[in-house]
T-cell receptor, first 108, second 116 residues
């Protein structure tokens, strides 16, 4: 069975500091990994996905198959990055497994 | 264009009652998903439709839960004999094809169900 673990429930950094949100997964095959974000009073939305190898709003994430991790990073956090972040894994069409999320607070 | 919509936004019911939650996906999206999110947890997969048929219903917790999508567009999640443990936010999402693992899912605002 697949599983996604986000070890930090809460993460707080100062504006301009680097930020890393951790995500570890368990799956024996080759999963597709995603990061979703939910800003205050907004719906859940896709931030980035491994398959696209893109950088969105300055965030990047690298899939490390050896460590089964997909950590989300940004070199200089902004106050508007404060939100709830979910890591998710999809092993086939349709079903996605989500972590329990990390609440990021960027302090001025 | 219009995103995924869900009605009602809030539903309060009594233990043992029947409820229906509705989801309107983005027009043209063939795949539709239902998730349940309990407080402090991430979304938990319930069921996935490809067109009119349920392609994967492995996440439905028991036979009190049922979902339909008769015309391949709107979907209804039905919960019979509700229990207090069913209280959660029920999320709906849709994607263009749902046939590749990297397909982006677009989420609705959710329905908050409270069972008293």
């Amino acid at each position: 069975a697949q599983r996604v673990t986000q070890p930090e429930k809460l993460l707080s950094v100062f504006k301009g500091a680097p930020v890393e949100l951790k995500c570890n997964y368990s799956y024996s095959g080759s999963p597709e990994l995603f990061w979703y974000v939910q800003y205050s009073r907004q719906r859940l939305q896709l931030l980035l996905r491994h398959i696209s190898r893109e950088s969105i709003k300055g965030f990047t994430a690298d899939l490390n198959k050896g460590e089964t991790s997909f950590h989300l990073k940004k070199p200089f956090a902004q106050e508007e990055d404060s939100a709830m972040y979910y890591c998710a894994l999809s092993t086939n069409a349709g079903k996605s497994t989500f972590g329990d999320g990390t609440t990021l607070t960027v302090k001025p | 264009g219009a995103g995924v919509s869900q009605t009602p936004s809030n539903k309060v019911t009594e233990k043992g009652k029947y409820v229906e939650l509705r989801c309107d996906p983005i027009s043209g999206h063939t795949a539709l998903y239902w998730y349940r999110q309990s407080l402090g947890q991430g979304p938990e997969f319930l069921i996935y439709f490809q067109g009119t048929g349920a392609a994967d219903d492995s996440g439905l917790p028991n036979d009190r839960f049922f979902a339909v999508r008769p015309e391949g567009s709107v979907s209804t999640l039905k919960i019979q004999r509700t229990e207090r443990g069913d209280s959660a936010v029920y999320l709906c999402a849709s994607s263009k094809t749902g046939q590749v693992a990297g397909d982006e899912q677009f989420f609705g605002p959710g329905t908050r169900l409270t069972v008293l």
